[in-house]
């Protein structure tokens, strides 16, 4: 089978989603150094092709501005882990100084950053999504390559999903009597938060429903189409029995999003849409109500819920909104240079050192985590690299929807600090960028 030039590169783009997919969304140093150097390297193999050099040079020079921030930005986290004299750090970072004091040791030389190792990381990954736009914009450039993504994602998602279900009901269903010992309560996949696995079916039911509204042929594309409604089941499912409230409450959104717009905005009626979106809801009720009992269905979308669980220990009892609290008051603390990118878990456990780290990688609340990560300055080079994206935005169904999806885990989840998760908020709202024209 002959391969045209855009499939080879793209199929390699789809290379690195699926690492991504069964490597527990790239969530370790080892694994992001390894999509660094794998996204690097792509990037200057495609640089050897005339035309996509040329779309290279002409985002750069469409975006010079925006790129100019964000390479700013990134200079901002290597100053972060940089080792500086001591008298010198008292200025940038007084509470590391503090910290340093306390412990009464000779050191001569410091970051800002409280766990340079992780910032470090950090920072290689905030270069990955950089290269990743370029990628994007190189070899993404006709309507039928987005296809060509949005049914690479449904298939993926539902050999995520149909692995992730399977494992779930080996431990719930005797008649599948395979010897898998599974202690989870939840569909998780090769992810190991539940929640990070919902996000990522989240895109991939959406890529599947793209796929189904943009095949304009369907007489082509009639097997196809059938196979993306059936991954769209398996996906359904997969995304349900999560139990992630953040992600199923973000399904809800998603169904009656695409609902009102089928119903009230559509010029032309699309019955595959009503359809699904209904065989989905009868999935729901029929087999999660039946079988796991109605309860579970409504408990399922009580986000705030988990909010003010608590850590159950000798000597202090923690919520996770008292954590979200913890680090807002740490913004304060560190406020014009922030603590480094990775560098919470240590700071918890600085403040906490009794406390059981499980509920201490992030403060479950993206955005406040972001902001004392990156201080002041930090955050706002960074707002500063995005803002003409925004400026220049065309909002539209699909941009809409991907910002309510952004809302929601900033404020209530930790997602965003998956490098998948990155990758793929990254990925959409760089493909779906559509302009206007500014006078």
């Keep these: 089978m002959h391969l045209s030039k855009n499939k ?3 199929y390699t783009f789809f290379l690195l989603i699926f690492i991504y997919s069964i490597f527990n969304g790239g969530n370790s140093p080892l694994l992001i150094q390894i999509n660094f150097l794998f996204i690097s390297f792509f990037f200057i193999f495609c640089l050897k092709d ?25 200079f901002y986290l290597l100053f ?10 008292k200025f940038f970072s007084s509470e590391k100084y503090i910290y340093l004091i306390n412990l009464s040791s000779d050191f001569k030389y410091s970051s800002i950053s409280l766990a340079p190792t992780s910032s470090f990381f950090q920072l290689l990954n905030f270069c990955s999504m950089l290269i990743l736009i ?11 390559h987005k296809n060509r993504l949005s049914l690479f994602l449904s298939f ?11 494992l779930f009901l080996s431990e719930n269903i005797e008649i599948l009597n395979f010897k898998i010992n599974n202690t989870s309560s939840a569909s998780t996949g090769f992810f190991v938060n539940r929640t990070v696995f919902s996000v990522f079916l989240l895109f991939c039911l959406i890529s599947s429903l793209d796929y189904l509204g943009n095949s304009r042929n369907i007489r082509d594309n009639f097997l196809t189409c059938v196979y993306v409604r059936l991954f769209i089941i398996f996906i359904a499912i997969a995304l349900i029995t999560t139990f992630s409230r953040i992600g199923n409450f973000l399904l809800l959104v998603t169904l009656l999003y695409y609902m009102i717009d089928e119903i009230f905005f559509k010029k032309k009626k699309n019955n595959i849409f009503r359809n699904i979106i209904l065989l989905i809801i009868l999935i729901d009720i029929f087999i999660l109500g039946i079988y796991f009992g109605s309860s579970r269905i409504i408990d399922r979308f009580s986000i705030l819920d988990n909010e003010f669980a608590e850590i159950q220990n000798l000597d202090v009892n923690l919520s996770r909104f008292q954590i979200i609290k913890f680090a807002f008051y740490q913004i304060y603390e560190f406020f014009i240079f922030g603590y480094g990118p990775g560098s919470f878990e240590l700071l918890f456990q600085v403040k906490f050192p009794n406390v059981t780290n499980y509920y201490a990688n992030h403060a479950h609340s993206d955005l406040i985590q972001f902001v004392g990560e990156f201080g002041l300055i930090g955050f706002t080079i960074f707002l500063l690299s995005i803002a ?15 910002f309510i999806y952004l809302f929601i885990i900033l404020l209530f989840d930790f997602s965003l600090h998956i490098p998948f998760i990155q990758f793929l908020f990254v990925t959409f709202l760089t493909l779906n960028q559509k302009f206007i024209k500014l006078s």
Excluded: C
Excluded at 80 to 89: A, D, H, K, T, V
Excluded at 134 to 144: A, G, Q, S
Excluded at 156 to 166: C, D, E, M, P, R
Excluded at 388 to 402: A, D, G, P, S, T
């Design 388 to 402: 003409n994206y925004f400026i220049r935005l065309k909002f539209n169904f699909k941009n809409n929807l991907l």
């Design 50 to 74: 005339k035309n996509y050099n040329s779309h290279f040079k002409y985002f750069i020079k469409e975006n010079k501005i925006s790129i100019n921030f964000y390479i700013l930005f990134l």
């Design 134 to 144: 370029f990628i994007l914009k190189m070899i993404f450039y006709r309507e039928r």
């Design 156 to 166: 993926i998602g539902f050999l995520s999903s149909l692995i992730a279900t399977f």
């Design 8 to 10: 080879k590169y793209q």
């Design 80 to 89: 972060q882990i940089l080792p500086l004299p001591i008298e010198i750090l």
